[in-house]
């Protein structure tokens, strides 16, 4: 089976602008969860999506948003970006559909620089 | 709300030594425990997880961690450090949902 597979790689926007970034599940996979990684926050959880609809939310602004298809792939974008929303932004995909905690798969991550 | 705290932001170990990276966690709730790696430009890879089956967990690459409630702790080891082992290593907590809370990560340096 394919990981999970994150495009673009890297990425570098100006301030204000806006970016898009996508994630392909592992087949079969119905849940995908983002986090942010930074050098000074850490690895923090942005949100997941659950059969097109957001089940769980990190302490974010407004500013990032996310949504899944039916195909269980998802985006995240994040509006009018400023220069600390920099960071490795990762994907991970898991196999949940019922109470019991399955673990999450990620991906390679995407590198969004902002100057 | 759910915490997890690595004691060691850097540890360095010699090649063939013990690997020990601590892990504390805070949980109100019975918790699933996980340990990740992440070698450099990439995710992560689970190396294993606590799910309340048994207490001592083996994971991959030779790596394995002990769940003690009395010490609310969730310490990774592995007996002898190869120098592929060299990354960061991050405790990660949840309670029962898709959302992780990582800690804050321990860089491993291996010394030939």
């Known amino acids: 089976k394919a990981g999970v597979t994150q495009t673009p790689r890297y990425l570098i926007k100006t301030r204000g602008q806006q970016v898009t970034l996508s994630c392909s599940p592992i087949s079969g996979h119905r849940s995908v969860s983002w986090y942010q990684q930074t050098p000074g926050q850490g690895l923090q959880f942005l949100f997941e999506?659950?059969?097109?609809?957001?089940?769980n939310k990190g302490n974010f602004p407004g500013r990032f948003s996310g949504r899944q298809f039916s195909n269980s792939r998802s985006e995240m974008n994040v509006s009018t970006l400023e220069l600390g929303d920099s960071a490795l932004y990762l994907c991970?995909?898991?196999?949940?559909?019922?109470?019991?905690?399955?673990?999450?798969?990620f991906g390679p991550g995407t590198r969004l620089t902002v100057l | 709300a759910q915490s997890v705290t690595q004691l060691g932001s850097h540890v360095s170990v010699s090649e063939g030594a013990l690997v020990l990276l601590r892990c504390n966690y805070s949980?109100?709730?019975?918790?699933?425990l996980f340990w990740y790696v992440q070698y450099p430009n990439q995710g992560l890879q689970l190396l294993l997880k606590?799910?309340?089956?048994?207490?001592l967990v083996k994971g991959i690459n030779g790596f394995e961690a002990e769940f003690k409630k009395s010490e609310t702790s969730f310490h990774l080891t592995k007996p002898s450090a190869h120098m592929s082992d060299a990354a960061e290593y991050f405790c990660?907590?949840?309670?029962?949902?898709?959302?992780?809370?990582f800690g804050t990560g321990t860089r491993l340096t291996i010394i030939p």
């Open positions: 991970a995909s898991s196999p949940t559909g019922g109470i019991t905690y399955n673990e999450q798969f």
């Open positions: 606590y799910t309340s089956a048994a207490t």
């Open positions: 949980s109100s709730v019975p918790p699933y």
């Open positions: 999506y659950f059969s097109e609809t957001q089940r």
């Open positions: 990660a907590v949840s309670d029962g949902e898709e959302k992780l809370t």
